[in-house]
């Protein structure tokens, strides 16, 4: 049976692989649990290494340089039980041919979840009721400012995992869905069940905007003041993405000038906020402190996830969540 090591920090083991998924592993490759952490030194490690084929990281995984991998010459397969591993692989990753397979898919779900919960709560103008209710105490107000979710519009920035899960989501309701995303076919469209618009069109057509784009060179501050400020009256735009993608300044400034809007921000940048930010104190800005992703139990789905992908790799099978060297370049 081959050798698999965990790299990850060690308080992350038990939430990501608890016993069960441990056990399952064991099925599949020899492993005493001992956790190689991203402040660990290879050269300590050498012997444990040295026979290494498969790696179950997670975060507070290190980073896969040429001088790690030097010391896992026989390394076929990283299994990553997180979210994304942007930065976290090299290049020496795919010259090695090694596998890389990620929960990111899974950590999808609980990020759609969320946004459906948002994108339902702000059609019945949910937030901005609880403001009016709060400062005017007039019980009958939310019914003259509820639009409600019948037929209304919804836009969807990015067909991502995320962005496309929410599309998903979403079709049980009777709403109109638009979506943005220059690198998609037109003609995906009868696949996904929505329309794709221009973006400068999907902020001003739709009651609710979310955003799911992955933070790359072309997507920084890709969200302007005047993009946010043509949303329709009483619309909200969620965030649950990056902070960067979003001029967040002109955020601010669209918050101040039309108190009809909300919006609902599970990401800023900085990340955390600085203290004095107008954002903690505009009562139109919904802050969450990155909970969409994976929390709790949900955790665990991943390393369930990357047990499974250890099943089908080792029986030979294809693996449903492989990365490609391409794939990884464009992804959140």
């Given at each position: ?27 599949y490759y020899e492993t005493e ?153 037109d003609n995906t469209d009868a ?32 969200i302007t003041g005047d993009l ?105």
């Amino acid at each position: 049976m081959k050798k698999a090591i965990f790299m990850l920090a060690e308080p992350v083991l038990s939430q990501v692989y608890p016993s069960d998924i441990r056990e399952a592993i064991q099925k599949y490759y020899e492993t005493e649990f001992d956790v190689f952490q991203a402040d660990n030194s290879p050269q300590n490690r050498a012997d444990d290494l040295k026979e290494v084929s498969a790696v179950f990281a997670s975060w507070g995984a290190p980073k896969f340089t040429k001088e790690l991998l030097d010391f896992m010459p026989q390394l076929e397969i990283i299994y990553y039980g997180a979210g994304t591993m942007k930065h976290l692989l090299t290049d020496e990753v795919w010259k090695r041919n090694i596998q890389v397979t990620t929960a990111n898919p899974i950590n999808a779900i609980p990020v759609a979840e969320y946004t459906l919960s948002q994108i339902l709560f702000s059609l019945k103008n949910g937030w901005l009721n609880v403001r009016h209710y709060r400062g005017e105490k007039k019980f009958t107000f939310g019914q003259q400012l509820s639009l409600g979710a019948y037929r209304q519009t919804v836009g969807i920035i990015s067909l991502s995992q995320i962005g496309r899960r929410v599309i998903d989501l979403l079709q049980p309701f009777d709403l109109n869905i638009l979506y943005y995303d220059p690198y998609v076919d037109d003609n995906t469209d009868a696949s996904i069940n929505a329309t794709k618009v221009s973006l400068k069109e999907l902020f001003s057509q739709s009651q609710v905007v979310s955003l799911h784009s992955p933070l790359l060179p072309e997507t920084e501050g890709m969200i302007t003041g005047d993009l946010l400020a043509s949303i329709p009256k009483y619309g909200t735009f969620i965030n649950t993405a990056r902070g960067a993608i979003v001029q967040q300044d002109q955020l601010i400034h669209v918050l101040q000038s039309r108190p009809d809007l909300t919006a609902i921000l599970d990401v800023t940048e900085p990340e955390p906020l600085e203290k004095d930010s107008p954002l903690f104190v505009l009562s139109n800005a919904v802050i969450t402190p990155h909970i969409a992703g994976s929390l709790g139990s949900e955790i665990a789905r991943m390393g369930q996830t990357m047990a499974d992908e250890a099943q089908r790799f080792v029986n030979d099978e294809p693996l449903k969540h492989e990365i490609t060297e391409s794939s990884y370049r464009i992804m959140a």
